[in-house]
Structure formats: C-alpha cells, structure tokens
C-alpha cells in the first residue's frame, strides 16, 4: 500500500511539474503584449527645420504628453525632400508605438500625386493616422499699394491686364500653389506661377511690386499685414478666420469653399498596436481642449483642428482626390 501511494504521489508531482513547464514556456509570448507603454522615451520625427510652425506647435505638447504618459516624448528633426525623409525613415520603423510622424498634408495627400511612383512610402499603407492637431490657415495676399481693393477688383485686374497676373508661392506642388490654380480656375482668370525657395523671399518682392499676390498664412506674413505694406483680400477657407474676422471668406465672395490651410497631425507606422493610437489620440485631444493649449496655438497663429484616428481617415480620402485632380489638370511638377 506504501508503494502504491508513493507511486500515486509520484504521477502528481509530474503532472504538476509539467503544468509549470507549460506555463513557463508559454510566459515569454505573453510578456510583449503585457509590457507598459510607453516604457522608454517616444521619438517624434518632423520633416521640417526647428522653429517651423509644425514643429513649434508639435512642442507645446511635450510636456503634457511627457507627464501623462510618464516617458519623454522627444522630436527627432529630418527636414529636406518635401517631407519624404522623415517620412521614408517612419515607415520602416518598427510599429511599436516609440516612432511617431509628425506630418502635413503635403506629407500625406499632395506627396503621392505629385511624386507618383517615385514615391518610397504610400500613406495609406505605411501609416495609421493618430489624430490631426491645428492649421495655418491661408490668406489671399496683394501689395498695400495694389489697385485691387476686394477679390472682385482683383480679378477684374487680371482679365484687364496685357499680362497675366503673377503668383507668388513657396514652391511647385505646394498648398499655396494648389489652392491658387484651384481659385483661378474657378474665377475663369489664367495667372502666372512664380515659386520661390521659401515665403522670405517671396514676402518681399510681393511688397516691392514684383509680383502680384500670394496666398499664404500669417507666421510670415501677418508682420507686413499689421504695419500696412500688405492687404488681405479673402480667406482661403470655408469659413472667417478668428485671426482676421473681418476678410471675408471665398463662399462669401461666390467661390467655392476652398481650404487652403495647411494642417498638421501625428502619424505611426502600419501595424502599431491599436492600444497605443487610441491612448495617443484620447491624450492629444484632452490637450487641444485645454484653454492654455488654444493660447498657445494662437500664439503662433495656428487654430485648432482635432480630427480623430476615426474620422482623419476619410478627411485624408477626400484631399488626396482633390489635389491629385488638381495636380493632374494643372500638369504640376515637382521642383
């Protein structure tokens, strides 16, 4: 009977023994999926230089971000290639939630149409959108000394003109440059481009005469507005701008209702853990509804604009259409 009981203690304590090991064995797949996020610093890559309006906005949320979530969130700044570095260099990143993107609509609707395949990464593929954060929004610009008064008196000058009108932009493919084909088009009036290396240059031959008009926004332009050297003749948006509530918006005037803005929102790598983007999401848009955080957006002339990961997909849907149309009926190419 002894041994008969020891050998029953014995087929007990192999069957426990082989439990544990099935366990054991089963705990490493387990652990990734159970590890904390974010455990180490989250790196945030900006395709443009320090102190653009992206990256200065994208700031203003670090320390929140950081305190929230209990890691420094940091920018990675990699300007250059439209905005193609920094985004080549998130797609192949691994989609583990510490590679984030922090891009424009240039980066992730107008890049595909105007670089076609010799694009290395495609949007709708590569990336899940977190949310879209704030705007510029875009002014239509002329010279104080311009004879036009309102839209209306411009394009009147244009058709009267021996020459066509001259646009100044920030360069070929770029919002401002879309968003003025799209309004001469709808106004019937044919204007000449004139891209510059960026809107320094292109501020001040606009105040000399040199050229025409510009649509662009107020981190640049908003300095000569105030001390008279320029006008603004309409905002480039469906509705006013509350940083200059008394232009008119275009559907005031009887175009169409053009956004010329450029936005800006945080992107991750496909495959990012959905857990990860919705936590994101959430933080960023609890810090968009801070009073402090609207202050300092405005601040810096930006508005703004949440669209969540839910609703960003299809507001990215709509622009990839439109500026591929435009970018096609136009012929542009990039620089």
Request: glycine residues 8%.
């Amino acid at each position: 009977m002894k041994l008969l009981g020891d050998r029953a203690v014995f087929m007990m304590q192999r069957r426990h023994f082989g439990a544990a090991l099935l366990a054991g064995l089963a705990a490493p797949r387990l652990a990734p999926a159970q590890e904390a996020w974010p455990a180490r610093p989250v790196r945030i890559v900006a395709p443009f230089a320090p102190g653009g309006a992206p990256d200065v906005a994208i700031r203003l949320a670090l320390p929140r971000l950081t305190e929230r979530l209990g890691q420094p969130f940091v920018v990675e700044n990699r300007p250059g290639g439209n905005g193609t570095i920094a985004a080549e260099a998130v797609a192949r990143a691994a989609p583990d939630g510490y590679t984030l993107l922090l891009a424009t609509n240039s980066v992730v609707a107008i890049n595909p149409a105007l670089f076609g395949p010799r694009l290395a990464y495609q949007p709708e593929k590569d990336f899940v959108p977190i949310a879209r954060l704030a705007r510029l929004p875009f002014f239509l610009f002329v010279p104080a000394h311009s004879p036009a008064r309102d839209l209306k008196g411009l394009f009147a000058q244009a058709r009267s003109a021996r020459q066509p009108l001259a646009y100044a932009t920030n360069g070929s493919g770029t919002v401002g440059h879309l968003a003025t084909e799209q309004l001469q088009r709808a106004a019937g009036i044919e204007l000449t481009h004139a891209p510059y290396r960026g809107y320094p240059a292109a501020l001040a031959d606009l105040i000399a005469g040199r050229v025409d008009l510009c649509i662009s926004d107020l981190t640049v332009f908003g300095g000569p507005l105030r001390g008279g050297q320029l006008r603004a003749l309409a905002a480039v948006a469906p509705e006013r701008s509350p940083f200059l509530p008394d232009v008119p918006a275009l559907p005031e005037l009887g175009f169409p209702a053009l956004d010329g803005s450029v936005w800006f929102g945080l992107f991750a790598p496909a495959g990012t853990p959905e857990g990860v983007i919705a936590r994101l999401d959430q933080e960023l848009r609890d810090w968009l509804a801070l009073e402090a955080t609207r202050a300092g957006l405005a601040n810096i002339s930006q508005e703004p604009a949440y669209l969540g990961r839910e609703t960003l997909p299809a507001q990215l849907r709509q622009e990839r259409a439109r500026y591929a149309e435009v970018i096609a009926s136009a012929g542009i190419r990039p620089d």
